[in-house]
């Protein structure tokens, strides 16, 4: 036990004297993995939102005014019930009538407060067909069917093209977030071998002297390792922190923002953050492994020339 509270203290001795190094080498990796759990968290409010709406209204078909230009009394009614029973339509109530009055009242809770956007004549909102499908991939059939009810339906309307587009984003968001995860952890582990190394430099005399007495390669190698463990995971730390309080602020900043929702689970946080504080304390330890490993070789070879002249 003494022995292990030996190298910890000497660890923080090492810490404390290189503080300028050590603050860049956690800054580092606080500032690669903090974009990378930001790209992770974006990616993940893409997936959200993809499967609400995929979830939600699909096709709107806006319909023309019954006794107005051609069109009879019922003909809505009767395009719902033919509209329902088609195999593309999510079964049952896949479909669903929106009358004028109803799309009024859905215009006012859109643009509540908003007193220019309301000063409107009602009558002009149109009702409409809300469509569920059984899947998105089906919308291009259904707009064609509709499209062809030039007599009572006005305009279609699809989501399907929109919710194909964020899901091509999602995945291009999801490469990206893991290239840029392992290109900044990359660069995370060589700044810490950096800084291992400068720490081991301005205690050669120190490393010299155990060596001479007997300490082993991995008794020198703990105190380095802990000091790089403690900077990986302080910089994993800091940016799942801050990646943390940033999504949760903006989750309540836009409570009342209906089109598109900004709050993750805590669950996808604390599964995240743990995997990024492993890869952070990785990253520590894998960096300073690699400062020491040439250093160390360095001291051996150096140690077990014979001089000229010994014989």
Known sequence: MSRLAFLLREALVSLKRNLLVVAGAILAVFISLTLAFGALVVNEWLRI??????????????????????????????????????????????????????AWGEFQEIFAGQDEMLEIDPTILPASIRIELETIE??????????????????????????????????????????????LGLSA????????????????????????VGASNWYIRIPFLLEGLIEGVAGAALGVFTVWLGATRLA?????????????????????????????????????????????READGTGSEVPTGAV
């Open 138 to 183: 089906l919308h291009q059939s259904v707009k064609f069917k509709l499209e062809q009810q030039q007599q009572v339906v006005r305009k279609v309307n699809t989501a399907a093209v929109q919710i194909e587009q964020l899901q091509n984003l999602s995945g291009v968001l999801n490469v990206l977030g893991i290239g840029l995860a392992v290109v």
């Open 49 to 102: 939102n993809t499967l609400a709406w995929q979830e939600g209204v699909h096709v709107i078909a806006f319909l023309k005014d019954e006794g107005s230009n051609g069109v009879p009394a019922g003909a809505h009614q009767a395009l719902l019930d033919e509209v329902s029973t088609w195999e593309e339509v999510k079964q049952p109530d896949g479909a669903f009538y929106v009358d004028k009055a109803q």
């Open 252 to 296: 309540r900043a836009s409570s009342g923002f209906a089109l598109f929702r900004f709050d993750v689970s805590n669950d996808f946080f604390f599964r995240w953050g743990v995997l990024f504080l492993l890869f952070g304390a990785a990253a520590g330890v894998i960096g300073s492994l690699l400062g020491l490993s040439r250093y160390l």
């Open 189 to 212: 582990v060589v700044l810490i071998s950096n800084t291992i190394r400068l720490a081991i430099y301005a205690r050669r005399d120190e490393v010299e002297i155990m060596k001479l």
